[in-house]
């Protein structure tokens, strides 16, 4: 799974800026509530299956951390 197959381009922008605005300081709980939860049910269709919206988020999180920490 990759991040691209559930989020829209529009939302890994801002998931993108949500990690540069909070510093990674309750960034899960951002992306769950502002970015995923909303869109849960097209997430789940995207990815053919039902999904817990704070896993997922903690999905992106460690994208975002591994990709700023290079």
Known sequence: M????????KENDRAVALYRET????YANKVCDELIRPNIARINV????????????YAVEY????A???
């Open 23 to 26: 510093k990674g300081v309750g």
């Open 2 to 9: 990759t991040m691209d197959q559930f989020l829209t381009g």
């Open 63 to 66: 994208v975002m951390t591994r």
């Open 46 to 57: 995207a990815l053919g299956q039902e999904n817990d919206p704070k896993y997922l988020a």
């Open 68 to 70: 700023h920490s290079k």
